[in-house]
């Protein structure tokens, strides 16, 4: 309390000495080396968590190496727990904020290059009450990079009553020459049990009442940051049940640990409907899907170490409850059940429906969880499943539509005939995803139907086919093509009649994307001995190619008279092969 004025719980008890830092011995030992031995650095670093003690620790090395009992502090090997002595006149103006060597400044706010350029020359002045004059610049990463170069030659070179001590909550902003420049220490997430212990302590000191189980998840949440901590108490106690577990679910937004591990009780034993009847009993939409969805996880893990009997910290006050529901599971389970949760966290992030998808989660945990039944049964069940299926031999093969010799189609000589001819067979990439009857269509118009309305049908896609009408999907660019084939309905109408019935009616859409598939057209071997066809490729025909593009492949130009064919042979020997036409030049 300041002048009667009640402050909050983290102003109150912000430390003041070194003996008062929590969770942090390691940047108090380096600080207070530094003091004792007197090596002090041009500028310190201070890298941290949020609520971790950088500015804090700052402002006590500000006020330690202006105290007036630093000299009595290097010759005697006392503890820290008294110093800075905090009633010298330096310390005094230090708690009330006025000293007048101590400048804090906040980077946020002061990031331009002016701003630096004030301070390097308010550095010229020596010290007024103290040995040194220091400056506290927090969250120096918010600094613009020609700030930062401005400060550079000061950082490197100042002068020796100067000290700058720079907190910032993400050092990789700070570029490497400040760095490079400065002594850094790095502040950890303050562990659990020093939290607990320093909640503990401050409860005692403003009576409120307190479950210790409340204070441990209090800590929890805080994340190592004991700012946020003393913030939660703040709020949870002004509630009509004090600092106790039920109050702190209401603050923090969800359910205590006892209803969560009593659901995955009943999700151990793959009962769903009751799992969904728990969670509604629990008011599951209303409660934080995230804190859920984290202490799901740290359930899981939980459970793990349970199995081989170590304590885990996450669920202090509940373990006994938590050894017993690791019984109900296996540790392949359990390992399954963290791997569903890590591979679905992604999409948890991304969704609106976060309570939804832990509902999934959950049920298919406890799908996971039911019973497999022994090896007899399961064995029956494959028998059972395996007589159900037709056989190789028994299912029956659909027959290839084959091509009679037409006007895309060549015969071929007897001479040149095999017992195994190619069959040109039309496949459609909707075949087996939307309707097999389109192929089919497709396959008996290509036998006989006009080749160039055949390519046009081709581009479609069969979007569904029922109740007499058969809808299909063009690309937008065969839009050109719609009224040639609504003109040619009676060549197409009859091999549609035969496929899908008589009366059908087909509803052609071209708004589909231009890049539609084509359908491949293959080989088959071993077609009817009558049909007398050959692969449209080795013919030298295009599939669905005007009549005007098909050539005789048999066609040749007796070239072998080199004195009248000389460019002729020069080709040749260049291009082996066949010259079917010469085109005389006019020009």
Same mark, same amino acid.
């Given at each position: 309390?300041?002048?009667?004025?009640?402050?909050?719980?983290?102003?109150?008890?912000?430390?003041?000495?070194?003996?008062?830092?929590?969770?942090?011995?390691?940047?108090?030992?380096?600080?207070?080396?530094?003091?004792?031995?007197?090596?002090?650095?041009?500028?310190? &670093? &201070?890298?941290? &968590?949020?609520?971790?003690?950088?500015?804090?620790?700052?402002?006590?090395?500000?006020?330690?190496?202006?105290?007036?009992?630093?000299?009595? #502090?290097? =010759?005697?090997?006392?503890?820290?727990?008294? #110093?800075?002595?905090?009633?010298?006149?330096?310390?005094?103006?230090?708690?009330?904020?006025?000293?007048?060597?101590?400048?804090?400044?906040?980077?946020?706010?002061?990031?331009?290059?002016?701003?630096?350029?004030?301070?390097?020359?308010?550095?010229?002045?020596?010290?007024?009450?103290?040995?040194?004059?220091? *400056?506290?610049?927090?969250?120096?990463?918010?600094?613009?990079?020609?700030?930062?170069?401005?400060?550079?030659?000061?950082?490197?070179?100042?002068?020796?009553?100067?000290? #700058?001590?720079?907190?910032?909550?993400?050092?990789?902003?700070?570029?490497?020459?400040?760095?490079?420049?400065?002594?850094?220490?790095?502040? /950890?997430?303050?562990?659990?049990?020093?939290?607990?212990?320093?909640?503990?302590?401050?409860?005692?000191?403003?009576?409120?009442?307190?479950?210790?189980?409340?204070?441990?998840?209090?800590?929890?949440?805080?994340?190592? =940051?004991?700012?946020?901590?003393?913030?939660?108490?703040?709020?949870?106690?002004?509630?009509?049940?004090?600092?106790?577990?039920?109050?702190?679910?209401?603050?923090?937004?969800?359910?205590? /640990?006892?209803?969560?591990?009593?659901?995955?009780?009943?999700?151990?034993?793959?009962?769903?409907?009751?799992?969904?009847?728990?969670?509604?009993?629990?008011?599951?939409?209303?409660?934080? %899907?995230?804190?859920?969805?984290?202490?799901?996880?740290?359930?899981?893990?939980?459970?793990?170490?349970?199995?081989?009997?170590?304590?885990?910290?996450? #669920?202090?006050?509940?373990?006994?409850?938590?050894?017993?529901?690791?019984?109900?599971?296996?540790?392949?389970?359990?390992?399954?059940?963290? /791997?569903?949760? *890590?591979?679905?966290?992604?999409?948890?992030?991304?969704?609106?429906?976060?309570?939804?998808?832990?509902?999934?989660?959950?049920?298919?945990?406890?799908?996971?969880?039911?019973?497999?039944?022994?090896?007899?049964?399961?064995?029956?069940?494959?028998?059972?499943?395996?007589?159900?299926?037709?056989?190789?031999?028994?299912?029956?093969?659909?027959?290839?539509?084959?091509?009679?010799?037409?006007?895309?189609?060549?015969?071929?000589?007897?001479?040149?005939?095999?017992?195994?001819?190619?069959?040109?067979?039309?496949?459609?990439?909707?075949?087996?995803?939307?309707?097999?009857?389109?192929?089919?269509?497709?396959?008996?118009?290509?036998?006989?139907?006009?080749?160039?309305?055949?390519?046009?049908?081709?581009?479609?896609?069969?979007?569904?086919?029922?109740?007499?009408?058969?809808?299909?999907?063009?690309?937008?660019?065969?839009?050109?093509?719609?009224?040639?084939?609504?003109?040619?309905?009676? %060549?197409?109408?009859? *091999?549609?009649?035969?496929?899908?019935?008589?009366?059908?009616?087909?509803?052609?859409?071209?708004?589909?994307?231009?890049?539609?598939?084509?359908?491949?057209?293959?080989?088959?071997?071993?077609?009817?001995?009558?049909?007398?066809?050959?692969?449209?490729?080795?013919?030298?025909?295009?599939?669905?190619?005007?009549?005007?593009?098909?050539?005789?492949?048999?066609?040749?130009?007796?070239?072998?008279?080199?004195?009248?064919?000389?460019?002729?042979?020069?080709?040749?020997?260049?291009?082996?092969?066949?010259?079917?036409?010469?085109?005389?030049?006019?020009?």
């Amino acid at each position: 309390m300041e002048d009667g004025i009640k402050l909050n719980l983290a102003r109150e008890w912000r430390p003041r000495s070194f003996g008062e830092v929590v969770g942090q011995p390691l940047a108090v030992q380096l600080l207070a080396n530094s003091l004792r031995q007197g090596l002090i650095f041009p500028a310190y &670093l &201070l890298a941290g &968590l949020r609520g971790s003690g950088k500015t804090s620790m700052g402002r006590i090395f500000a006020g330690a190496i202006n105290c007036q009992g630093l000299e009595s #502090f290097r =010759s005697s090997r006392e503890g820290l727990g008294s #110093f800075p002595c905090l009633s010298c006149a330096s310390c005094l103006a230090m708690k009330r904020g006025d000293h007048p060597d101590f400048i804090e400044i906040d980077a946020a706010s002061h990031t331009g290059v002016d701003n630096v350029r004030q301070i390097i020359e308010e550095a010229a002045f020596l010290p007024v009450l103290g040995q040194r004059k220091v *400056y506290l610049i927090d969250e120096v990463h918010m600094l613009s990079k020609a700030a930062f170069n401005a400060f550079l030659k000061i950082l490197e070179e100042p002068p020796k009553t100067v000290l #700058f001590l720079l907190a910032t909550t993400d050092p990789h902003k700070v570029i490497e020459t400040v760095r490079s420049r400065s002594f850094q220490i790095f502040f /950890d997430p303050i562990p659990l049990r020093f939290i607990v212990e320093h909640l503990v302590r401050v409860c005692s000191a403003e009576q409120i009442v307190y479950e210790e189980a409340a204070l441990w998840l209090i800590a929890r949440e805080s994340e190592g =940051s004991l700012r946020d901590a003393l913030n939660m108490v703040e709020r949870a106690r002004l509630t009509t049940d004090g600092l106790t577990v039920r109050s702190m679910t209401q603050v923090l937004g969800f359910f205590e /640990d006892v209803e969560l591990i009593e659901l995955v009780k009943i999700v151990a034993r793959a009962d769903t409907a009751r799992m969904l009847a728990k969670m509604r009993e629990m008011r599951f939409g209303e409660r934080s %899907a995230m804190a859920i969805w984290e202490r799901l996880l740290d359930l899981v893990r939980a459970l793990i170490w349970a199995l081989h009997d170590l304590p885990c910290e996450a #669920f202090v006050g509940s373990e006994d409850a938590v050894r017993s529901l690791s019984k109900e599971f296996t540790l392949g389970q359990l390992l399954e059940f963290l /791997d569903l949760l *890590y591979r679905t966290e992604t999409q948890f992030l991304r969704t609106t429906a976060q309570h939804i998808l832990i509902e999934r989660v959950l049920c298919t945990m406890a799908q996971r969880c039911a019973p497999r039944g022994n090896a007899e049964e399961v064995v029956a069940s494959l028998n059972q499943r395996s007589r159900s299926v037709p056989s190789v031999a028994q299912r029956p093969v659909p027959e290839m539509a084959q091509v009679p010799q037409s006007s895309s189609v060549l015969p071929v000589a007897p001479s040149e005939r095999s017992s195994k001819r190619p069959e040109v067979v039309v496949e459609s990439p909707i075949a087996g995803k939307k309707d097999s009857g389109w192929v089919e269509f497709l396959n008996g118009f290509a036998s006989q139907g006009d080749p160039m309305l055949c390519s046009i049908l081709r581009q479609g896609v069969c979007v569904s086919s029922h109740e007499g009408v058969v809808n299909v999907c063009f690309p937008k660019k065969f839009a050109f093509y719609q009224e040639l084939l609504v003109s040619n309905r009676d %060549a197409w109408q009859p *091999y549609l009649e035969r496929v899908f019935g008589e009366g059908v009616t087909l509803v052609s859409d071209f708004s589909g994307a231009d890049g539609a598939q084509e359908p491949r057209i293959r080989q088959q071997e071993n077609p009817s001995p009558s049909s007398g066809v050959v692969n449209l490729r080795e013919s030298g025909v295009r599939a669905g190619a005007p009549k005007s593009e098909a050539r005789d492949v048999r066609r040749s130009v007796d070239v072998s008279d080199g004195t009248q064919w000389k460019r002729a042979q020069e080709l040749l020997g260049l291009f082996p092969g066949t010259i079917s036409e010469i085109k005389e030049n006019h020009e």
